[in-house]
């Protein structure tokens, strides 16, 4: 197999299809399905269906945004996690833009303009030093405009979608841009025993919350790309790697909060592959303190299907 150029910090990958150009990104939206456990975690299966359930759960009226029992969902372009040291990703702030109650599906690009990015992301279990299965992994970032969206009727860039066996969970997005006061990063969040709703909505405060952090970017890669094109509009003052409080607070304690890159093409602009472990302790709970939701109604449905992790927290 072909080698694939690299972007910054590099990482190794299996082939993928190469997005087009910075425009519009160039994903093709599927209706996801809910992740499934392993044949020796069962008990893990979600089989959500679709929006005939009377819960609301978004602005969105495209079927293709639900979660859908039939569909396939999309396996990891890195099979296994690649970086296995064990250690605990440290807690950051969960910011002012998480909503609950997001949407459960990979693609959260919802046609937004910049570099296309796919995301892999991969939970080890500290306690354990193993790849933690059935961990929902969810991420926010904001858009080449600096825009984050938290209203009812704007639900781009923001989704969770749970780990496989091995692990490994992979998103597929838009290269964030920046915003006065912060380096372009992404915001995650990893939750056990967590709950998805008939319409394939989440249940943000059903699950145990064991982690909210942030990643980075190589600054080098950054200023390739957020120099130009759609990036390059923007009114906001650049913030860099060294100027990030934040990144200092989770890039620490021998934590690399520093994705891998790959390109997805011959240049940073045709599209970037990127690759983090998240290290998290089952033991820790904590608590999302947002108070920002697609629709409350959720957090008293009694049409939710639990997801159960076969690891005890």
């Not at 950051?92 to 995301?119: K, M």
């Not at 929902?136 to 938290?150: G, Y």
């Not at 650049?238 to 890039?251: G, H, K, M, P, V």
Request: proline share 4%; charged share 15%.
């Amino acid at each position: 197999m072909a080698s694939r150029a690299k972007a910054g910090d590099s990482g190794p990958g299996n082939g993928h299809g190469q997005p087009d150009g910075q425009g519009s990104s160039s994903f093709t939206r599927s209706a996801p399905a809910a992740p499934s456990g392993a044949a020796s975690s069962a008990a893990a299966e979600i089989t959500p269906v679709a929006t005939e359930s009377t819960v609301i759960a978004t602005g969105i009226s495209s079927t293709v945004d639900v979660a859908s029992s039939t569909a396939t969902a999309n396996s990891p372009t890195y099979t296994t996690i690649q970086n296995s040291t064990c250690v605990t990703a440290p807690e950051v702030t969960e910011g002012p833009y998480y909503v609950n109650n997001e949407y459960l599906r990979q693609d959260i690009s919802e046609g937004q303009d910049g570099v296309p990015l796919v995301l892999d992301i991969g939970v080890i279990d500290v306690t354990t030093c193993q790849p933690l299965d059935q961990a929902l992994v969810e991420i926010w970032h904001c858009n080449v405009s600096t825009f984050i969206s938290i209203r009812i009727t704007i639900t781009f860039l923001r989704g969770g979608w749970a780990t496989n066996s091995e692990g490994m969970v992979e998103f597929k997005s838009v290269y964030p841009g920046y915003y006065t006061g912060r380096t372009v990063h992404i915001h995650t969040m990893v939750q056990t025993n967590y709950s998805v709703a008939t319409n394939g909505s989440i249940i943000s405060h059903a699950g145990s919350l064991h982690h909210i952090g942030q990643l980075f970017f190589e600054d080098t890669l950054n200023e390739k790309i957020v120099t130009q094109g759609v990036y390059a509009n923007t009114t906001q003052s650049r913030t860099y790697n060294t100027e990030d409080n934040i990144l200092d607070s989770e890039n620490a304690d021998g934590y690399n909060a520093m994705a891998s890159t790959e390109l997805l093409g011959e240049s940073e602009t045709d599209g970037i592959l990127a690759y983090i472990t998240i290290g998290v302790d089952p033991t820790f709970v904590g608590s999302i303190t947002s108070t920002n939701y697609v629709t409350a109604d959720l957090e008293e449905s009694s049409t939710s299907t639990a997801a159960t992790s076969t690891t005890t927290a």
